[in-house]
């Protein structure tokens, strides 16, 4: 046998290392990814309250100068 028999599997071996190592980065991204989108989840909920707490505001407003 010669060392040509052990160059494919050597490459699928490689190949397959930088598969994971991307796999990982990919993992790490998704999981920054998460924690954004949940942060976002936060900002939309303090979006609504001030903006229900500004309709209320109008609506009093509103009601003062009416009278």
Known sequence: MSLLWAVPPVA????V???LIQL????DATAGLTQ???R???VRAAVVAVRTEAAETRAAVHSLRSR
């Open 24 to 27: 990982r980065e990919m993992a």
């Open 17 to 19: 290392a930088i598969a």
């Open 40 to 42: 976002l989840d936060e």
């Open 12 to 15: 699928m071996a490689a190949a």
């Open 36 to 38: 954004q989108l949940r």
